[in-house]
């Protein structure tokens, strides 16, 4: 999805922040969309289908609240929506965090140069990271041959160090590749035997790390 900015004021949206602050920050907005991914996929490129009240931080450091955005995790896009029309604000997000209908705080993240947003499911010396993608299907039925597609998103879990987030795997052999087989966590492995394909397991696992 391209973005075009342009510096005329209808394409830049003013948040205000706290009257401490004293000042008003601007994310440019992208172009706006009118269309998406693929409109002959059934289901949905969204990781969430509704807006989420975020707050956001820019890629020069500035936090700005009650933004209403939404991830495209098949584009691995940001939209926002202003006055009832959406834009691309990928470029202007680089990290955004939303309180869920359970009351459960997710943030994402995306390092330079990276397009992707990982979520913070555990923060440490040894971080648990998670992306979500998603893929199209398609499935043809074998009368008809007529072909239907449709989005699955995936998810995996990954090792972040503070520098480089190194996929995990589903086996032992795999999990303890992404800790360069230290003698440490392989103790604490085979103490706790974390289910490596549970995300409450990892969880666990990665709090007691030191």
């Not at 996929?41 to 933004?67: D, I």
Request: aromatic share 12%; proline share 4%; glycine share 4%.
């Amino acid at each position: 999805m391209k973005i075009v900015y342009i510096a005329i004021s209808l394409f830049l949206f003013t948040f205000s922040i706290s009257k401490a602050q004293q000042a008003s920050l601007t994310i440019g907005l992208g172009k706006p969309l009118t269309s998406h991914s693929a409109t002959d996929a059934a289901g949905s490129p969204y990781l969430t289908n509704n807006f989420q009240n975020s707050e956001v931080t820019t890629p020069g450091g500035h936090t700005l609240p009650n933004v209403p955005l939404r991830y495209n995790v098949y584009d691995q896009t940001i939209e926002c929506m202003i006055n009832n029309q959406v834009y691309d604000v990928t470029d202007s997000v680089m990290r955004f965090s939303y309180t869920d209908s359970v009351m459960q705080v997710n943030i994402f993240f995306k390092q330079i140069g990276k397009t992707i947003y990982y979520k913070l499911l555990v923060k440490g010396n040894y971080s648990l990271l998670k992306i979500h993608q998603a893929e199209i299907a398609s499935d043809e039925d074998w009368y008809t041959k007529k072909v239907t597609k449709k989005y699955v998103i995936k998810s995996g879990y990954l090792l972040f160090d503070g520098s480089k987030a190194i996929p995990i795997g589903t086996s032992k052999k795999s999990f303890m590749a992404a800790f360069n087989n230290s003698p440490v966590i392989n103790e604490q492995f085979d103490k706790n035997t974390p289910d490596l394909k549970n995300e409450s397991s990892l969880i666990d696992f990665f709090k007691e790390l030191k």
